[in-house]
């Protein structure tokens, strides 16, 4: 095999490093930003559920008031049956009470079912405070090793972008354009092999004048239906 065509290799297997290196990190941060999401998400759902139990709690006040007018009302007819004369008015007072009592031993039931109902609430909304801190906790904590993870990354990356620079040394202007031209198009993949008489680029097979080109010489050979820089594997016919 050529030398250029080495380089070229070399060059291809530290591109693709760079880029997975690069792929990580994208990873990572969209990782980030997505637990974030679902924190804010929480929060405004707790947020909701507060505003929820305020109102209902308002509810539960309004009829404890009644509740107690109930109560009052009732003391007060109390008092004035001592006084009442007549059974007639007796017994229309008798039923006032009546009606009262019915009305209050009804908002109590509803009071009862209303505080079980906000006590139901009040646990979800704790639940969901826990959920949304021990979140927090572990986001905080992600994004320390993240951080650690990044720098390692690109200090890599600075290393193999070095490399490249050495390797770019080693090319003629012609083989860098072409590379270069390549690496950034083609999903960064410039340099293909050929197994089976197939351009592994692309999957498409290949005529025997390329597989021709490709023994013969030092010249830079293009698979003719991805225009990637072919190169024959050693154990290649
Ligand atoms: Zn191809």
């Given at each position: 095999m050529s030398e250029r065509i080495e380089v070229l290799r070399r060059l291809q297997s530290i591109n693709n490093k760079i880029r997975q290196l690069r792929k990580d990190k994208e990873y990572r941060r969209m990782d980030v930003q997505e637990k974030q999401r679902q924190i804010q998400y929480k929060k405004a759902a707790l947020t909701e559920k507060q505003k929820e139990i305020k109102s209902f709690q308002k509810t539960i006040d309004i009829k404890e008031l009644d509740l107690k007018t109930k109560e009052a009302e009732i003391q007060k007819f109390r008092v004035q049956l001592n006084i009442i004369k007549t059974n007639k008015e007796y017994n229309a007072l008798l039923s006032e009470i009546k009606g009262r009592e019915a009305d209050k031993s009804i908002l109590e039931d509803e009071i009862l079912k209303r505080l079980s109902e906000s006590e139901l609430m009040d646990g979800e909304a704790r639940k969901l405070a826990k959920e949304i801190d021990d979140e927090e906790k572990q986001l905080n904590e992600y994004l320390q090793t993240m951080e650690t993870e990044i720098t390692s990354f690109d200090k890599e990356i600075e290393t193999l972008q070095n490399d490249e620079k050495e390797f770019f040394a080693l090319l003629d202007e012609d083989a860098l354009y072409h590379y270069r031209r390549l690496v950034s198009h083609k999903d960064g993949i410039a340099v293909a092999g050929v197994s089976n008489h197939a351009c592994?680029?692309?999957n498409m097979g290949l005529t025997s004048q390329t597989i021709n080109l490709l023994m013969g010489g030092d010249k830079l050979v293009f698979c003719?239906?991805?225009?990637r820089i072919l190169y024959l594997n050693e154990n290649e016919e």
């Amino acid at each position: 095999m050529s030398e250029r065509i080495e380089v070229l290799r070399r060059l291809q297997s530290i591109n693709n490093k760079i880029r997975q290196l690069r792929k990580d990190k994208e990873y990572r941060r969209m990782d980030v930003q997505e637990k974030q999401r679902q924190i804010q998400y929480k929060k405004a759902a707790l947020t909701e559920k507060q505003k929820e139990i305020k109102s209902f709690q308002k509810t539960i006040d309004i009829k404890e008031l009644d509740l107690k007018t109930k109560e009052a009302e009732i003391q007060k007819f109390r008092v004035q049956l001592n006084i009442i004369k007549t059974n007639k008015e007796y017994n229309a007072l008798l039923s006032e009470i009546k009606g009262r009592e019915a009305d209050k031993s009804i908002l109590e039931d509803e009071i009862l079912k209303r505080l079980s109902e906000s006590e139901l609430m009040d646990g979800e909304a704790r639940k969901l405070a826990k959920e949304i801190d021990d979140e927090e906790k572990q986001l905080n904590e992600y994004l320390q090793t993240m951080e650690t993870e990044i720098t390692s990354f690109d200090k890599e990356i600075e290393t193999l972008q070095n490399d490249e620079k050495e390797f770019f040394a080693l090319l003629d202007e012609d083989a860098l354009y072409h590379y270069r031209r390549l690496v950034s198009h083609k999903d960064g993949i410039a340099v293909a092999g050929v197994s089976n008489h197939a351009c592994k680029g692309c999957n498409m097979g290949l005529t025997s004048q390329t597989i021709n080109l490709l023994m013969g010489g030092d010249k830079l050979v293009f698979c003719h239906n991805c225009g990637r820089i072919l190169y024959l594997n050693e154990n290649e016919e």
